[in-house]
């Protein structure tokens, strides 16, 4: 097999140029899912791809749904574990357009930073990322005759648009989809020279809290003292939900926090992270959450409690001195391990009710609970990944974890039981959602090369 | 004297009639000061006031400004104690006139509620006010066939517009305003039967905190844990300033705060005030100030920290997870006594700098600093008005406190040394700045009645 993979790798790289071209082809289809304008553009991705799928020798067929097509992509004859990969075609809107340095539907080689870089919106997000597995599968098939094992190639259209058709159609081909284990290519690298496999997710439960307290706004100078102020009653809430340490005081908030494992302790001590780059950029200096936790624990495996926004009273210029009569609050939880955002909420929400004066009233309303993904790290897939991308980079590939949420792995997990391996080549400067969107040939290159060691490893 | 007294009261009741025709013809002047197409109708009101005064024998005079005019009249005979008379004959706009249940300036007499009422914009505030003042010195001309004592009468047109003139005309007429004692008439009654004379007005400081933390809006997934988020800075810090007793926290706030004397609280105790009447029909039960505190110390004697208004973050309708780049608040302090507003600026200013965690920054805006107007009850003059209220209403007149400011008072004690008695008849519900303003038949009569009375005391 060493020979072969050698043999799939040279073919990577000898075909890199026709590679490139199949890549702006795709890009140039303004496939945003967001404005119906481009729905036509969208459906248009979806069968380029079924195309070229079908030409690779997948049994690869367009699934509409009310509302952008998914592409679904087989092969036939594999045997030995099986894998269910997921891009997405879609694209974010372009706008400001005047802040894009070219057409952002030409994509071209430049060079940006040092680095020669694809530029177009969807080079990262996600096309570019998607095309370094299709690439890998067709340099595969190449040297081998027949596509890398037990593989079903997913792809969506609705990801920059909320997945409002993934959750029926997960449920509809729940057959069709089903794998041992899911590759999402949707992520980024730690930086630009170490590989990373993203092994866990944040969750998210987002509520509003709604104070009220007089029927109406009243004059500070006529009810200032004993009139109830829901924006004094909200401050006094939030201010309530963190410790003195940083610890969020909602009873219960830490049960299924799981301790961070010490091997991941260990791989992270050598990432050779400094707070001063990640925090320094953005204007800040010192790290505001837990006392006693690293900053990559931080975002990574600690969950957190966040004031999303706020509002009551008198915002505008100059001053009113009116008494509200009500406050607003939005309010994040991030989670981790097995916290349960259903419990979360109801202990939330009791607290809040606990603390209220006399004359304060309080709604809620629930902006979206997901418990937090957690990848099983220790099943083969995950070490031969690593090994793989350890190996091309030649840098020790890193396990690290992911502050935000990427829904499609809950929902592979809820819908079809099946857990994922988050492994991506982007990088933080890639631009993905504002002008000027890029992707590092090197990421592009060797994503590709990387997917061939990946697959290679997986169906050894 | 009390012959005469007498007589002068019959003459107004006797009056009354040609008196009402002179308020609605005044009233009939849409000298509307905040918009500028009154301008000239502002002059207009000015100008008839100042024949008014002159037919009645005022030594009068229109003194233009780089606003609306002043109208300032004297007595050229006086002796003993000397009195300045303050009203204002400008009014607030009619909008939204569709809600007005007749010509807000054709003035007439209605039924409202059980009791006669005169409509119209301008009744209660304060063109009625300021000519039961007039009216009452006519009814004396008329029986002494001089004017009472050694008085000027000051009417500004530009109270409803924030007074921009004020402080520049007081300055440059220093001599010919100075008296002993300005009698004010702005204000209102305690209740329908029970005269009051306010003794006290909350002073105010007004500031505006903005934090602010990252040097930009950041994701939660990516940042929240690590960054410093302005929204939970800002909500410590405001939670922080009312202690659990509701006293305000910031250091030196009591200092100069004067304990209620117990003349006025035994006074008080007289009124009959329910909690649930003044809270309830603004949908409260719970006075929620200082917990050691009657309700009427709470808004007339005691000092109050209110938040009037914040924001930070997204507060539209959904949710973003966003850590905001910074919080605003607008905090209000009402003072009495000596408190000194600077030095609590100063203090709240140091306080708030004392509780930033290492990345947050504040800054702040000033929105003014008024210290507490505290009227000399213990001058004869307010024992004298006291008891001529109490005679001519029968029932005892009371000191009351104001809980909002009227800044006319302080600037005369600013800028000409001269302490205030304020003596009014409005009812809470005349609806001042509100579409069909009124003001009691009653309040207008038994003013005019009240202004005899206290002038014959005040020159005895």
Redesign the interface.
């Known amino acids: 097999m060493i020979v072969a993979v050698d043999q799939v790798l040279e073919t990577v790289d000898a075909t890199i140029e026709e590679t490139l071209e199949r890549l702006f082809t795709l890009l140039a289809i303004p496939s945003i899912s967001t404005d119906p304008a481009f729905d036509a553009d969208c459906t248009r991705a979806a069968d380029w791809l079924v195309a070229d799928l079908q030409a690779l020798g997948f049994d690869a067929q367009r699934h509409d749904t009310p509302g952008k097509p998914m592409v679904v992509g087989k092969t036939s004859t594999g045997t030995g574990p099986s894998f269910l990969f997921y891009g997405h075609y879609d694209m974010q809107p372009v706008d400001p357009l005047d802040l894009w340095e070219h057409d952002p539907f030409k994509a071209d080689i430049s060079e940006r930073g040092g680095q020669k870089v694809i530029r177009g919106r969807g080079s990262s997000d996600d096309k570019g990322q998607l095309m370094t597995f299709i690439e890998a599968c067709r340099a595969w098939k190449a040297v081998h005759g027949t596509l890398p094992g037990n593989l079903t190639i997913f792809l969506e259209g609705e990801e920059e648009s909320g997945s409002p058709s993934l959750i029926p159609f997960l449920r509809a081909q729940k057959e069709l989809l089903s794998a041992d284990l899911a590759l999402v290519c949707d992520t980024g690298m730690y930086d630009l020279e170490t590989p990373s496999i993203c092994t866990s997710l944040?969750g998210?439960l987002?509520e509003?809290i709604t104070i009220t307290?007089?029927?109406?706004d009243?004059?500070?100078?006529?009810?200032?003292?004993?009139?109830?102020?829901p924006?004094?009653v909200?401050?006094?809430i939030?201010?309530?939900l963190?410790d003195d340490q940083g610890r969020v005081t909602v009873p219960g908030f830490y049960d299924g926090v799981p301790e961070t494992p010490q091997v991941l302790k260990d791989a992270w001590a050598g990432l050779g992270f400094e707070?001063a780059n990640?925090?320094g950029p953005?204007?800040?200096?010192?790290?505001?959450?837990?006392v006693d936790?690293s900053?990559l624990e931080?975002?990574w495996t600690?969950p957190?409690c966040?004031?999303?926004?706020?509002?009551?009273?008198?915002?505008g210029d100059?001053?009113?001195?009116?008494?509200?009569a009500e406050?607003?609050?939005?309010v994040?939880f991030?989670l981790v391990g097995t916290q349960d955002p259903h419990a979360i909420r109801k202990n939330f929400r009791a607290m809040v009710e606990g603390m209220l004066?006399?004359?304060a009233k309080v709604s809620f309303a629930d902006?979206?609970a997901s418990p937090a993904s957690v990848m099983p790290t220790d099943a083969p897939a995950f070490e031969q990944a690593r090994t793989a991308l350890t190996e091309e980079w030649g840098k020790e590939a890193v396990f690290v974890g992911?502050?935000?949420?990427i829904p499609v792995v809950g929902r592979f997990k809820e819908e079809l039981g099946i857990d994922s391996m988050l492994v991506g080549f982007a990088q933080d400067d890639d631009a993905i959602h504002s002008p000027n969107e890029k992707y590092n040939l090197m990421s592009f290159h060797k994503g590709i090369r990387s997917w061939v060691r990946i697959l290679e490893k997986l169906n050894g």
């Open positions: 944040r998210m987002g509003e307290g007089p029927n109406r009243l004059h500070s100078g006529a009810y200032g003292g004993p009139a109830t102020n924006i004094r909200l401050t006094k939030l201010a309530a963190h707070t990640f925090l953005v204007g800040l200096s010192t790290p505001a959450g837990e936790r900053v931080m975002i600690r957190t966040e004031f999303n926004g706020i509002t009551g009273g008198y915002t100059g001053f009113k001195t009116v008494l509200p406050a607003r609050a939005k994040s991030r004066p006399p004359d902006h979206g992911g502050g935000g949420s």
